[in-house]
Each structure stands twice: as C-alpha cells, then as structure tokens.
C-alpha cells in the first residue's frame, strides 16, 4: 500500500526521540517527511515503527547530540530529504543521569552544535524548538558578563569559558542548572543572526515537571525534593508531555508567526511559588550551588532556601 503519492514533501525533524519531542511532532508533522535522531538505536526503531503504521515516511539516523560531526551529519541528512521545516531539539541528561562534564557537553555545547547547524538548512518561514527547562530560572547561574560569553563564544570553544571550567561546575544539579539557562540565551542569539537571516523562528520551552523516563530518574534519587516541589506547585500536581506537545504545536504554528528568540515557561507555577517564597529549595541543593552564589553574590536570588 502506498499512503503518500505527494514528492517534495517539508521534514520534519526531531532530535532525541523521547517522550516530550514526540508527543510534539505528532501535533505538527502531517503531510511531512519525518526525521528522527537519537543515541538508542532500540529508541529509533521504536518510534519508526510507531510512526510509519500511522501512514508517514519516515527516517532515522544514529546520533549522539554531544558530537559536532554528528549533529552536522544530521543536519545534512535532513536537508538531503526535503525543505526542513520544523526542526525539536529534546536531547539532553538530567542530574540523575550524568556527571556534570557530560551534562554541559551534551545540554549546553550539544545544543550550540545543534543551532548551528540546523542555522544552515532551516527553511525560510520553518519554526524550531529547543527543550529547556524551569532550572533555567532558579537562580542567576551566570553573570551579565558570562551571558554574553556563552551567546558569542563559538560552540568548539564553550568548554573552554572559565564559568564552565569543572571549579565553578562542581556537581551535576549545577551544571544543569547552568546548561538550561544557557539555552535561553543560545535561542536569543541564533534567532538574531543564522536562523532570523534565513526567516526562521527558534524559541525554547521551559517544562516544569512532566512525566517522563528522565523525570522517573530524578524521582528515584530525590523523591522527597520532587514531592514537595509538586505539592507547592499552584496547580498542584505534575505536568504530563502532552501540555508540553500543545505548548510545542503553538510555538511551532503560524499561530506564533511574531514569536522568536523566546522562552515559554511551561511549569504550572512552579517558579512563580518559588519567586514568592512559597517554595523553598532544600539546604542541600543549596549547598550543592553554592559556587555559583560565591561567584554572583551581588545578584539578586530568584527563590529563597529553606535552613
Ligand atoms: N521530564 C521533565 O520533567 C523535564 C523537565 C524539564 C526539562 N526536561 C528536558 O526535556 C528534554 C527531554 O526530556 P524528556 O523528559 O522528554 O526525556 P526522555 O528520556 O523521554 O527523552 C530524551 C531522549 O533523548 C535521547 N538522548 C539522550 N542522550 C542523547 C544523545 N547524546 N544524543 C541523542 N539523543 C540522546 C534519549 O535516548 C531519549 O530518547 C531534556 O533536555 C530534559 O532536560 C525534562
């Protein structure tokens, strides 16, 4: 049976096939050629299963998101198939998954990688996404200088800024922290220069907690954290990876047509309580941070810790 008779169909792209980045291409990629890249090859056989037996063309590549070569192969390989049109970016490791050096290669200098080169083959009038997270928003992990370093310096060189050096980096909670606000900052800069030349949009979503195998992860490790996170969250209870796939289908859409170089905070009020000190971080995640507010002690600190 052939279910698509229609050539020079757009791509879609989604780079770490997991549950969030799917559950947001569903809503978009009709009609389109579908590209998925991941590090789990059980992963990519998966989701092509999933996805051809709802009738879509679809193609997977074997990529590990922390590797220039590879994410430029990707890139290649999505304009190869088509005009990309859409390109999500959710590949990343929480705290509970990896030391802190992988995670500011993989959610920091990755996504630089990523922007980069999908900056090159974007569509005029095609629309990303990069998953970020409401860690971005805790504290100012980074300085106004620091900002800029990460905006300007060029991927290959990231790892070699000071504020990334493994002194101020010390454990994984921080390094995430540091890698989802430098996302922001990433999406403000390629909106401005390679994707807004090309008449592409990029933004960011900044999930609170949502279901996933990655959010399972944190639960085992720190389930009475997460617990009383959720229980301070005005909406009282976790987010699941379809608000997030509604969040993702309107920043994608036309319906966002003025929206670039933005975040989208998705946290059903997390950082709100946080920012009228209705939740308060615990001591040990404070202790865990503290470099970062030895380092910026005259900025002012977004939440308040409990003793
Ligand atoms: N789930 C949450 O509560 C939450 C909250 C805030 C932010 N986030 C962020 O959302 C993003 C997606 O997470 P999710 O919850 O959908 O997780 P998920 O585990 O469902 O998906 C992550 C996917 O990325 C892939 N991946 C991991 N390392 C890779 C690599 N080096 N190269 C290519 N692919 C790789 C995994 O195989 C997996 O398919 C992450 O960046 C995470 O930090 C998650």
Not at 187 to 210: C, D, F, L, M
Not at 284 to 304: A, D, H, M
């Amino acid at each position: 049976m052939i279910f698509d008779r229609n050539n020079n169909r757009d791509v879609a792209v989604l780079l770490g096939a997991g549950s969030m980045g799917t559950t947001i291409l569903r809503r978009v990629c009709a009609g389109m050629t579908i590209l998925f890249g991941d590090i789990s090859e059980k992963r990519l056989d998966e989701v092509k299963k999933e996805y051809e037996s709802y009738g879509y063309a679809v193609e997977t590549q074997l990529v590990d998101a922390a590797s220039r070569d590879s994410i430029e192969a990707f890139a290649q390989k999505a304009a190869s198939l088509g005009s990309v049109k859409y390109y999500i970016h959710t590949a990343g490791a929480s705290p509970n998954q990896a030391p802190p050096e992988k995670i500011i290669a993989l959610d920091l200098v990755g996504s630089a990688y990523a922007l980069d080169a999908f900056g090159k083959v974007m569509a005029a009038g095609g629309a990303g996404l990069l998953i970020s997270s409401q860690t971005g928003y805790m504290f100012p992990p980074l300085s106004q200088e620091e900002e800029m370093q990460i905006m300007t310096t060029p991927p290959d060189k990231l790892a070699e800024l000071p504020c990334l050096s493994n002194e101020r980096i010390t454990n994984s909670g921080t390094a995430y922290i540091v890698a989802k606000k430098a996302n922001h900052l990433q999406v403000q800069y390629a909106a401005t220069h390679e994707w807004g030349k090309r008449g592409a949009r990029i933004n960011t979503i900044s999930p609170g907690i949502i279901i996933t195998p990655l959010a399972y992860d944190e639960f085992s490790a720190n389930g009475e954290g997460y617990q009383r996170m959720i229980d301070a969250t005005p909406m009282r209870r976790v987010g699941s990876p379809d608000e997030i796939g509604a969040a993702g289908a309107f920043l994608l859409s036309d319906a966002a047509s003025y929206i670039t170089g933005t975040d989208l905070l998705v946290d059903g009020g997390t950082i709100a309580a946080m920012k009228n000190g209705q939740f308060q971080l615990g001591l040990s995640v404070l202790r865990k941070s503290l470099n970062i507010l030895k380092q910026n002690r005259k900025l002012p600190i977004v939440g308040s810790f409990r003793s």
